[in-house]
């Protein structure tokens, strides 16, 4: 390891000579740059094994050196540090094909073994093979502003979305309801190589049953009673660009073997049509579900399930990321004070205390929304604590004070809940949040009758046939489902 050079690129002396040290102890031979035209003048040396290049130089930036050190064909790895931990430099520094990407403050331990890493990951042809391309900033940053966080968890999605953005590769994107799923298909699209195409959303629970397969295949006149004209389906639609499915675990069981086929041959047929109909798409699929159970319960194919998380990215919930509520709290303020034309309003630390501690059971949608509600109700220049729990009382319900009863849990997560529906869904807040609950419920009542179903719609006061009909509607899993969920499965 003796052998093995390293450039250290960093305007700041302190910064160069503590990572050159550590790096020194573990075994490597260091050179030192202070500026972008030292960085391009050092960084073109074909002995060196690695580049650890700082994004903030006084002559140019960071992007711009790695930028031009791969345009003179310098197929070093380069590990990028810097402070000014953005979406938008994660992803762009991965997308130029960067080994990683390290935040400031950093751990020295963490250089060393991720300067390892990449060595040895470079030296046996194994290094990370990214294609190329710029950010269209006019359309894909603009589009995906609404994604902000600077924690680890958030910087590893960054990163994620910088290396398979222009790839072909389908991807499933799962977390809770409002964490920023649509968010996150936006900037995967927007900086693909499909981003001057179409991006196609369709939600699977805002379509009803009997309509997903004409809604998504489209169908030929007289196809069916009603079929008056041709239509085109969403595939079509997004011909060229990108489909995203939300809420793919919802989809008919019997529609999933004929989207497999569609992903394997590229091709399908609209309802009622003699010849195939060729397509090319990048599938995102998005689900809130535990997809694994849904395979287990038979109510998604196994083959399609590993078609889809191929690639795969996990949002955590907005609970699990605390660091990033004081960034989206600024970040949304600062927006809709904008588009409500107002002066500058500002947040007392006791009401972002209570925003900090509060579980947000919708997650950043439902900050998002109590924000918004917060300045549209209220034209006090600071956001007190009072004022806030004036808006949204719920805020004053923590983890500390855990409900008693059944009301009290429903009065403490409902509004969470309806705070992370969309307000243009098709169907109602209430449509909604019954089928939520209908589904727990009865699950709950087969695991206490170890599946019996007469048993379960006597403890619901409910007629045997209603139960059937509402186990098949909302897909519940049968006997073996139950029992196993009941021994925690």
Not at 94 to 108: E, Q, S, T, V, W
Not at 340 to 348: A, K, M, N
Request: proline share 3%; charged share 30%.
């Amino acid at each position: 390891m003796v052998n093995k050079k390293i450039l250290v690129v960093d305007d700041e002396e302190s910064i160069r000579w503590v990572i050159g040290r550590h790096m020194e102890k573990a075994g490597y031979s260091i050179e030192y740059a202070s500026s972008g035209n030292e960085a391009l003048k050092k960084g073109t040396d074909r002995s060196l094994s690695l580049i650890i290049l700082d994004l903030k130089l006084p002559d140019m930036g960071g992007l711009e050196v790695f930028e031009e050190l791969r345009t003179a064909e310098v197929q070093t790895p380069v590990i990028i540090i810097t402070a000014q931990n953005t979406m938008k430099n994660a992803i762009e520094a991965m997308k130029l094909g960067a080994y990683d990407y390290i935040a400031k403050p950093f751990d020295l331990d963490e250089i060393a073994i991720t300067s390892q890493r990449a060595i040895s990951s470079y030296e046996n042809s194994k290094k990370l093979k990214i294609l190329r391309g710029e950010l269209n900033e006019s359309a894909g940053f603009e589009l995906t502003q609404d994604l902000i966080g600077s924690s680890p968890e958030m910087l590893k999605i960054y990163k994620s979305i910088g290396r398979i953005a222009e790839n072909e590769y389908s991807v499933l994107i799962s977390g809770e309801s409002g964490t920023g799923k649509e968010l996150v298909t936006r900037a995967i699209h927007y900086n693909s190589k499909r981003k001057n195409h179409k991006l196609v959303s369709v939600n699977i629970t805002a379509i009803p049953r009997d309509l997903i397969e004409s809604e998504l295949f489209g169908y030929e006149k007289g196809a069916f009673t009603g079929a008056t004209t041709r239509k085109q389906g969403r595939f079509e639609e997004a011909h060229l660009g990108t489909l995203h499915l939300d809420e793919i675990g919802e989809m008919p069981i019997d529609l999933q073997a004929k989207l497999l086929r569609v992903l394997e041959e590229k091709s399908f047929y609209r309802l009622g049509a003699e010849n195939p109909i060729e397509v090319d798409i990048r599938l995102i699929a998005s689900t809130n579900k535990y997809l694994p159970k849904e395979v287990d319960e038979c109510r998604l194919r196994k083959d399609l399930y590993y078609r889809l998380s191929t690639i795969s990215i996990y949002i955590p919930p907005l609970r699990e990321r605390r660091e990033d509520i004081p960034v989206l709290i600024e970040h949304f303020i600062a927006k809709y004070i904008q588009e409500l034309g107002e002066e500058e309003r500002t947040v007392s630390n006791e009401a972002k205390q209570l925003m900090f501690d509060y579980d947000w059971p919708g997650n950043v949608r439902e900050l998002e929304n109590t924000l918004k509600r917060v300045l549209v109700l209220t034209s006090d220049s600071i956001i007190t604590k009072d004022i806030l729990l004036e808006a949204a009382p719920y805020l004053g319900m923590t983890t500390q004070n855990q409900p008693q009863s059944l009301d009290e849990l429903l009065n403490q997560v409902l509004p969470g809940v309806m705070e992370s529906v969309e307000s243009d869904s098709e169907h109602g807040i209430f449509e909604i949040i019954m089928k939520q609950v209908e589904k727990p419920l009865i699950e709950t009542a087969l695991r206490m009758t170890s599946g019996n179903k007469k048993k379960a719609a006597s403890v619901l006061g409910i007629n045997r046939n209603t139960l059937s009909k509402k186990i098949d509607e909302l897909g519940i899993g049968d006997l073996n489902s139950a029992r196993s969920a009941s021994k925690g499965d």
